[in-house]
């Protein structure tokens, strides 16, 4: 039933066509807006989501996402700390991170940047910054994976 045909002996299910991304941010209300955001025109994404960065690191070594929206401010162990950890790990290295945060901290691009995230956006961010950014964290992504073999 969700399989389509690519050729012989060769199918291809529908779903995996879509792109999973996946955010994590410790209060729900933002996940669903930034998924909302994220699908409301966009029929090649999946929005999955963690609420905060322990689970958010197992969802991501689980689910293989092609990319992950991060919020910054998270109790227990905040965003930097996470995109560290997804960069220290041979499973998730190469996935994309695209931090969010509410700070106005002149410094926080460069503490993104360090943490290896390819972008940080402040809240509130615009839909069509959010989704440029998130199309910059794909082809990003896609040239890790090409490179990666």
């Not at 045909?5 to 941010?25: F, T």
Request: aromatic content about 2%; hydrophobic content about 40%.
């Amino acid at each position: 039933m969700g399989l389509a045909e690519k050729g012989p002996g060769v199918s291809e299910s529908k779903e995996s066509a879509k792109k999973k991304i996946l955010i994590i941010d410790d209060e729900e209300d933002l996940c669903v807006l930034a998924s909302h955001a994220l699908t409301i025109d966009r029929t090649d994404l999946e929005v999955i989501s963690a609420k905060d960065g322990l689970s958010g690191l197992q969802r991501a070594a689980a689910d293989r996402p092609h990319a992950i929206i991060l919020d910054v401010m998270m109790p227990k162990m905040d965003g930097f700390e996470v995109c560290r950890r997804l960069k220290g790990n041979p499973a998730t290295r190469d996935i994309p991170v695209v931090m969010l945060t509410a700070s106005s901290d002149p410094h926080l691009n460069q503490k993104a940047f360090e943490a290896g995230a390819v972008a940080c956006l402040t809240k509130p961010y615009r839909r069509d910054t959010l989704l440029n950014c998130l199309d910059m964290a794909l082809a990003a992504g896609a040239r890790a994976r090409r490179r990666a073999g």
